[in-house]
């Protein structure tokens, strides 16, 4: 069975440190992982998949199969960042998504 | 185009009422997905339809039932509503090898 770990329920920075949000997973196959984020009472939206390799919002991730880890990065944090970032795994070709139990980013003045 | 749009936005029941919660996408794409996010839990996948025509159960089923009225629409049905059931639910939806696609949510509060 397939798993993602999000260590960290709660992550406050100040603006301008750098961030990183972890993501660990457990999986048999492939991965096709990604990050979404939510903004206050918002809808989910993607933010990266591993697939594209690129930057959005300043945010990077990389794919480390060794360390079965997704972690989410970025150098310098803002205040508009501030949200519930979610890391999610792909299954099989119905492509359900697995997604950790999230990590609540805040991000102080 | 609207996305994937759900109502209602709000819902307060009683235990053991029914009630049914809609979703709908505009975006011509073949799969669809209910999700109930729940402090501390993440989002938890209740069903999802494949394509049109076809359901399975994800991880937390019970208590729970859908209908794919088409391609465009995917229901969730409650039939005896519990105060576990308390929680937001989300309806997404997919076109082949892409992202998925979130509506805005229901709060749904059992009493």
């Known amino acids: 069975a397939q798993r993602v770990t999000q260590p960290e329920k709660l992550l406050s920075v100040f603006k301008g440190a750098p961030v990183e949000l972890k993501c660990n997973y457990s999986y048999s196959g492939s991965p096709e992982l990604f990050w979404y984020v939510q903004y206050s009472r918002q809808r989910l939206q993607l933010l990266l998949r591993h697939i594209s390799r690129e930057s959005i919002k300043g945010f990077t991730a990389d794919l480390n199969k060794g360390e079965t880890s997704f972690h989410l990065k970025k150098p310098f944090a803002q205040e508009e960042d501030s949200a519930m970032y979610y890391c999610?795994?792909?299954?099989?070709?119905?492509?359900?998504?697995?997604f950790g139990k999230g990590t609540l980013l805040t991000v102080n003045p | 185009n609207a996305g994937v749009t759900q109502t209602p936005k709000f819902q307060v029941l009683k235990t053991g009422q029914s009630m049914t919660l809609q979703c709908a996408q505009d975006m011509n794409h073949n799969s669809m997905y209910w999700y109930r996010q729940d402090p501390g839990m993440g989002l938890r996948l209740i069903y999802y339809?494949?394509?049109?025509?076809?359901?399975d159960k994800g991880e937390v089923p019970n208590g729970y039932n859908v209908s794919r009225l088409n391609k465009r629409e995917f229901s969730l049905r409650l039939e005896s509503a519990a105060p576990s059931q308390t929680s937001v639910y989300f309806c997404?939806?997919?076109?082949?090898?892409?992202?998925?696609?979130f509506g805005p949510g229901t709060r749904l509060t059992v009493l």
């Open positions: 997404a939806s997919r076109l082949a090898q892409n992202e998925q696609f």
């Open positions: 339809s494949a394509s049109e025509g076809t359901t």
């Open positions: 999610a795994l792909s299954e099989g070709s119905n492509y359900k998504l697995t």
